[in-house]
């Protein structure tokens, strides 16, 4: 079976297991939230500074739900050995991660956009002029940081302490990511705005190079 | 087993004689004074550590792609070494920055890369506490390993475009900017004796690694006896 | 679906060494399974009859060693999807019902008319009733056939079964001894391991004995069927 149309059938099922308890939607929201609602008590958030820490915040509101949300990725394919019956019946051993990525970039996606407007009135920004460009860098962003989570879950799920190991391995790794993401966001929500296309660009190669790695090595990190 | 202390003997001859070198050979610097020869051991701890890292890397892909311990051993040894010599720079740096700039940590770009790579590292090191099968250790941290050094460029990268616009003092210049001659000199051959510390504490390192190694194999076999 | 004729497939481990760490789980194995036979392998816990399962069904890299597959009458290689295999866990996603598991697994495999022969499996194994239900409210016998549901989705020439009777009542046990036989004399090869004589155990046509990682018994080799299986359980 070719690569796509086996990516789609197992995207399929990670979509729909989720929408149908939504328990991992539900749980990075709120998490998501607090944290928001955490941050504005350590300054002042109508202040002009807020805005310049404004996507900051919400970049590294993201990074942890992220950190938390993709830990049941590797784990729940635990509980029945799901993961074996997987490896078994695909062609090619990353279409389980292309697919989990894809997953996991559309769950992060939702929760960061759901959330926008919240923090619009939050930190009292302006999101809709450019709302179409923070939907491309929400998008890079999540994508880089599902593509080095979805790999980093499938390690941390062989390992002891693996609720705490995950947030370890991955943060320091998505440091890039972070600082891309939040002065594209930071640009974009300036009262002047404008889009950072070398920005852009360097999410796009952060996400090549590891999408290229985890193909690569992929099938390593399912070994038995 | 005299070999080795001989060996170790002449690398510390030539630690002792870079550091010579930097305190009497090498000029001192204009307006920074003494402290400015701190330079010569934080930058080539700079270098060999980034080799040791390098080293690791390669070791990580032999081992991914052999499955011999052997790589994992050398991957292992080179991590901690790097670390140790990223550690020196680390704590170097704040030393210089204190009387020249006022403040301990100045969120130089690339320090602050430096600290980014520590963690990472550091990271490894603890994933491999946490697994305990040996076979699936090598691999899960070789596989670790690789992507964390692949991230090392994006991080110097993001770092070095967006955090150098907060005007933020710089630590000494890099090597060859601006140098004098003959402190460019001292400087390389700093480089040199550091590397040389650092294949030879790589080479213990391994050593020692081998016979953890041989210790575990051995009580693994008694348990089940 | 319980193939009327299954491509029989012969299996072949060559110097098979697993390691974990300094362990070897297994040491040396060879073995030569022909096309067509049922094979039972008797040992105790960690004698490493899962290990071996677990490296035919290519879930587990062996640390040395081959492993091949050759279709009845060819030197074909045959990939590892024609390989069948039922572990201890159910295999499939308890937040999914019966039918959406199979499905899933079915068009993974890329077999054609998916949902046609998804009915007719769920059918013969008898959980056609509660093709709707998660999989999570079924009870262990239930569990199983769902579980032998998937390793026949793709009519395999190869099926592997680790402990497959733990747990079950004896009217599972009785569906699986019948399905089993079933397979066996449509041609499948079938390897599985047991913890001592059974029902099951009568289906086989040989039987091998593994012993800290080895082989240290096989009726082809002329031991006795019974001495193999009744050491199982020490």
């Known amino acids: 079976m070719s690569l796509f149309a086996n990516t789609t059938v197992l995207l399929g099922k990670e979509l729909r297991t989720e929408f149908r308890s939504r328990e991992l939607l539900t749980t990075t929201i709120v998490f998501i939230l607090i944290v928001l609602v955490l941050f504005s008590f350590t300054f002042d958030p109508l202040s002009e500074e807020a805005r310049r820490f404004g996507a900051g915040l919400l970049w590294l509101a993201f990074l942890f739900a992220a950190s938390l949300m993709l830990q049941p990725c590797f784990l729940r394919e635990q509980t029945n050995d799901t993961l074996s019956a997987l490896r078994l019946s695909v062609s090619d051993p990353f279409v389980i991660f292309l697919a989990k990525l894809t997953a996991n970039t559309l769950f992060l996606l939702l929760t960061e956009l759901l959330l926008l407007p919240i923090f619009a009135i939050m930190y009292n920004v302006r999101v809709l002029p450019v709302f179409h460009w923070l939907v491309l860098v929400f998008f890079l962003g999540s994508l880089g940081v599902s593509i080095a989570g979805t790999a980093l879950s499938a390690i941390s799920a062989q390992a002891r302490m693996r609720e705490l190991l995950l947030p370890l391995l991955l943060l320091p790794l998505l440091t890039p990511i972070l600082i891309a993401s939040t002065e594209l966001t930071s640009a974009l929500l300036d009262r002047s705005p404008y889009v950072q296309w070398k920005g852009v660009g360097f999410l796009v190669a952060f996400d090549v190079v590891f999408l290229t790695a985890l193909w690569l090595f992929g099938e390593y990190l399912l070994e038995e | 087993m005299w070999k080795r202390g001989l060996v170790g003997a002449v690398v510390l001859s030539l630690v002792g004689a870079a550091a010579y070198a930097s305190f009497f050979i090498a000029p001192t610097e204009r307006t920074m004074g003494l402290i400015q020869k701190i330079f010569y051991f934080h930058a080539a701890s700079a270098w060999a550590g980034m080799t040791a890292f390098s080293v690791c890397f390669v070791a990580n892909l032999l081992y991914v792609w052999r499955r011999q311990p052997k790589w994992d051993s050398l991957g292992v040894s080179a991590a901690e070494v790097g670390l140790a010599f990223i550690t020196i720079v680390l704590i170097t740096g704040p030393i210089w920055a204190k009387p020249v700039w006022g403040i301990y940590w100045t969120w130089d770009a690339r320090l602050t890369s430096t600290f980014v790579l520590w963690l990472l590292y550091i990271s490894y090191l603890l994933l491999r506490t946490l697994v305990e099968e040996p076979d699936r250790r090598a691999l899960l941290s070789a596989l670790f390993g690789i992507f964390a050094f692949l991230d090392v460029p994006l991080v110097f990268g993001a770092i070095r475009w967006w955090r150098t616009q907060h005007p933020a003092p710089v630590i000494m210049g890099g090597p060859g900017s601006g140098l004098e001659p003959t402190m460019r000199a001292v400087f390389f051959f700093s480089v040199l004796a550091l590397h040389a510390l650092m294949v030879f504490l790589i080479v213990e390192r391994y050593g020692l690694e081998k016979l953890r190694m041989e210790l575990d194999d051995l009580r693994r076999e008694a348990e089940v006896a | 679906m319980i193939p009327a004729a299954v491509r029989s497939t012969s299996i072949r481990f060559e110097d098979i060494d697993k390691r974990y760490g300094g362990l070897y789980a297994l040491r040396r194995v060879s073995l030569e399974v022909a096309a067509g036979e049922c094979v039972v392998l008797a040992g105790r816990n960690g004698s490493g009859k899962t290990t071996l399962l677990r490296i035919a069904a290519r879930l587990v890299r062996p640390s040395a060693g081959k492993i091949s597959f050759a279709a009845l009458g060819t030197n074909e290689h045959v990939a590892p999807t024609s390989v069948g295999f039922v572990a201890h866990a159910t295999m499939a996603y308890d937040d999914l019902t019966a039918e959406e598991n199979l499905l899933l697994f079915a068009r993974l495999q890329g077999i054609a008319r998916p949902v046609q022969l998804v009915e007719e499996l769920l059918r013969e194994v008898g959980l056609f009733d509660r093709r709707d239900s998660l999989v999570r409210t079924f009870s262990r016998g239930m569990r199983q056939r769902v579980a032998i549901a998937r390793a026949l989705l793709n009519a395999p020439g190869v099926l592997l079964l680790d402990e497959p009777a733990t747990g079950l009542d004896p009217q599972g046990t009785a569906w699986l001894v019948e399905t089993l036989r079933r397979m066996r004399d449509a041609g499948c090869t ?45």
Do not use: N, P
């Open chain 3, 190 to 234: 079938i390897v599985m391991s047991l913890h001592g004589e059974s029902e099951i155990s009568a289906l086989a046509t040989r039987a091998i004995r593994l012993d800290a990682g080895a082989i240290v018994a096989d009726t082809r080799a002329g031991a006795d069927v019974r001495s193999i299986l009744a050491f199982a359980d020490a």
